[in-house]
């Protein structure tokens, strides 16, 4: 048992704290991956459509354990400052090489929060491109959270097994025990005040929140309306035809000859990269379906296309068994209404488990390569 | 203060395997900002990266601490927790709700996107905290006085 001077009642605080952040940030780490994966997946690499809230669930996560993670941060960070002006700043070759890891963890750290942050709120005050920058950052911040890990395992574990020495003052134990139970509150009202986008009962509360569940047309909130992605004129023409391409050639449907083929309810969430999530009761065409009309029914991979001449989500892959899946549709109708313009009017695409970015607006074309 | 802390903490052999199993992991965050440059503009992002770890050590640290020391002699020593619990979630809230609050990402075209009075509820916010601190903070002092009589 180390002795109980400030050192050794900040290590306690540390480990603590450094187990929480390993929790919050390898989770973070997983369902961002995990988004990743869905977005850019692999070629060998099959999403599963089932569970079709497992996205929903994911990213929530992912916010959520994020905006924890800021007060844990900032308090481990907190807890060690004294050691960022140790003196001599470097006492061995292996101590430099570990100082060094801390900008990784640090630097990675401290940016991972404060963009992801910046994301949900749509402040972009850099010229990259938010996802792939915070992609390869948490690689980096990951990588460096591992050498500290391997680091400090010995005496976190040693702290978490171990009883605070009998020596160590009431007032001293209690102060970290306070110290700890602030630095919880925080995390949890700072969660609160954010998930009420995606747990309905907390947006009272959420006041941070970027959604309001309820909030937008048919009661779901949009993430780009059809103005913004210039579609307004394309999505409103009676010309409209859904054109879906396969290996039995071309078809183009009218919105009259899509609503007289056979039309399927599913409800299914649409579920934000940026943590918000709401169901909704979707109605219109198997995608299956369409794809029979152009003897595609065994296609192993389509894409859909939307009306967008442009923009990085102008189109989405599905494949293998989301293809074939009973809730994959072509939508027309939201709620038992027509879809609103905003939602994707005429058709959209709605189909389990995909981020909503994935979930593509004012169908154009369905392409089987 | 500087105690060499890290004698006592760091395992040479938990940091040997650390690197051996973290450095590859951090190559490849680096190696996917270099292939995918167009996206991720790595001299940009290299900024971010080191600005992030420079602005958190050399501008909030010492504010925090200038804080904390400033808060610390000013009240009751019986306070300072409930105080400086008070503080960290008024803290983290006010830091947080700052894009909401300047409105950055403020959208004509879509009312669904940040919907929300966002100055209003992080001052209600912030208001409640800093009552339910004075609460506490308050009790803390009684208690502290009670128990010094006894």
């Known amino acids: 048992m180390t002795p109980d001077t400030s050192a050794a009642v900040e290590t306690r605080s540390a480990a603590w704290l450094g187990v929480a952040l390993g929790i919050t940030f390898t989770l973070c780490f997983a369902t961002g991956l995990w988004s990743h994966v869905l977005q850019h997946p692999p070629a060998w690499f099959t999403p599963p459509p089932r569970p079709a809230g497992l996205y929903r669930l994911t990213q929530g996560l992912h916010v959520t354990a994020g905006t924890a993670s800021i007060p844990l941060l900032l308090a481990k960070l907190w807890t060690v400052r004294r050691r960022l002006t140790v003196w001599p700043p470097v006492r061995s070759t292996l101590h430099a090489v570990e100082r060094l890891a801390l900008l990784p963890l640090v630097g990675g750290g401290v940016f991972l929060l404060l963009s992801g942050t910046a994301n949900v709120a749509r402040w972009y005050p850099w010229h990259f491109y938010f996802p792939a920058a915070h992609y390869a950052a948490a690689w980096i911040a990951i990588g460096g959270l591992v050498v500290h890990a391997g680091a400090k395992a010995g005496t976190t574990l040693a702290v978490v097994r171990a009883r605070p020495a009998d020596s160590t003052p009431d007032a001293t134990r209690g102060d970290r025990r306070a110290f700890l139970a602030g630095v919880a509150a925080a995390s949890g009202v700072l969660v609160v005040a954010t998930a009420g986008g995606t747990v309905p009962a907390l947006s009272p509360v959420s006041v941070l929140a970027q959604r309001r569940p309820g909030q937008g047309p048919h009661g779901l909130p949009i993430n780009k309306t059809a103005a913004a992605a210039n579609v307004v004129d394309a999505a409103l023409d009676p010309a409209y035809r859904l054109v879906v391409t396969g290996p039995g050639g071309e078809r183009a449907l009218s919105l009259a000859e899509l609503r007289a083929l056979p039309q399927h309810h599913a409800t299914l969430p649409i579920a934000c990269v940026e943590g918000w999530s709401a169901t909704a009761r979707w109605r219109g065409v198997r995608v299956r379906d369409l794809l029979a009309l152009v003897d595609a029914a065994d296609a192993p991979a389509v894409t859909v296309e939307s009306l967008q001449r442009a923009g990085r989500y102008r189109s989405s892959e599905l494949r293998g068994a989301q293809i074939r899946d009973a809730d994959t549709l072509l939508a027309l109708e939201l709620d038992d209404a027509p879809l609103d313009l905003d939602h994707g009017y005429p058709v959209r695409l709605i189909a389990p488990g995909r981020p909503g970015v994935l979930q593509t607006k004012w169908v154009a074309r369905v392409v089987v390569p | ?150």
């Open chain 2, 1 to 150: 203060v500087s105690e060499p802390v890290d004698d006592t903490t760091t395992s040479r052999r938990g940091l040997l395997a650390g690197l051996v199993l973290g450095v590859p992991v951090i190559l490849f965050g680096i190696r996917s900002a270099i292939l995918d440059a167009h996206d991720t503009h790595p001299a940009e992002l290299s900024r971010w990266l080191i600005g992030s770890a420079a602005v958190h050590d050399l501008v909030l640290l010492p504010v925090v601490g200038l804080v904390a020391w400033t808060l610390r002699r000013a009240i009751p020593a019986a306070s300072w927790p409930a105080v400086r619990a008070g503080a960290l979630v008024a803290g983290t809230l006010a830091l947080v709700s700052w894009p909401y609050v300047r409105g950055y990402g403020a959208s004509t075209g879509n009312p669904s996107l940040l919907p929300r009075d966002y100055t209003l509820g992080t001052l209600l916010a912030i208001a409640v905290t800093l009552i339910v601190t004075a609460v506490a903070a308050t009790a803390a002092v009684v208690r502290a006085r009670r128990r010094s009589r006894a």
